[in-house]
């Protein structure tokens, strides 16, 4: 193994995964900075979410490396993995995935309660998320009583509540029409700068992936340069500029 830059919070060196013997992502190498929103871009299918479940640790690369904060994520228990993500990192897909049985403010303060957190704390944290997301005047009700943009703002403040170093941004604002979309990418990215959280934020969408301090761009499964067969204004190989990305 090859130890990581130590300015990158994540860090993965060619990294391969297939699903059911299909390719999903092919020789992929990228870092990530402390408090840096990463845009990973590309069509569907391209192995965006891939991406992110194996930087996350939801999924074990066939091939290579992920890091975070210098240790090897690659090589942990499924147990260690699982409380990585609890403790240091938040979620966030397309879907809310509210449980219909906990009340809004609940929802949002799962993390923290499932890590041991007291009552009082947990909730106090959610409803401020909440506020900042112009929906703690629904914190008392269930997720049924919501619609489905005010439901990924909950599921957006269960992301946040625990302020964690990295969250992972599947596709979050696929559901959400343009004024929604504003809001959740808005209090994301101002959170992430002001509390120095990562983002890793997978999208499709052009007005999404503005908001991010760089794009990491992917084409059936590989970095789109070496998709392409491009070389760079050097006359670098797809190899050189993969290598580049680890901490561009």
Excluded at 57 to 71: D, H, I, T
Excluded at 167 to 190: G, M
Aim: net charge neutral; glycine share 8%; aromatic share 4%.
């Amino acid at each position: 193994m090859v130890a990581p830059p130590d300015n990158d919070v994540l860090w993965a060196r060619s990294v391969h995964y297939s699903h059911n013997g299909s390719p999903g992502i092919i020789g992929v190498s990228v870092g990530v900075r402390q408090g840096e929103v990463l845009a990973v871009t590309g069509p569907r299918g391209s192995g965006k979410t891939t991406l992110l479940h194996c930087l996350s640790g939801r999924l074990v690369p066939r091939e290579g490396e992920v890091w975070f904060n210098s240790v090897p994520v690659h090589t942990m228990r499924a147990l260690t993995r699982e409380r990585l993500r609890r403790d240091r990192f938040g979620w966030i897909g397309p879907e809310p995935a509210l449980l219909p049985e906990l009340t809004v403010w609940e929802n949002a303060a799962l993390p923290l309660l499932v890590s041991g957190a007291s009552h009082h704390t947990a909730k106090r944290a959610a409803c401020a998320w909440l506020e900042r997301l112009d929906i703690a005047g629904s914190a008392h009700k269930r997720p049924r009583a919501l619609d489905r943009a005010a439901s990924q703002r909950v599921a957006l403040a269960r992301a946040l509540v625990s302020e964690p170093a990295v969250i992972f941004a599947d596709e979050p604002t696929a559901p959400l029409h343009r004024s929604e979309r504003s809001l959740l990418l808005r209090t994301l990215t101002t959170a992430a700068r002001s509390h120095e959280i990562t983002v890793v934020l997978a999208t499709h969408d052009e007005d999404t992936a503005a908001v991010a301090d760089r794009r990491f761009a992917l084409l059936d499964g590989r970095p789109a340069a070496a998709a392409a067969g491009l070389a760079g204004p050097s006359g670098d190989t797809p190899e050189d500029q993969a290598a580049c990305s680890l901490s561009a």
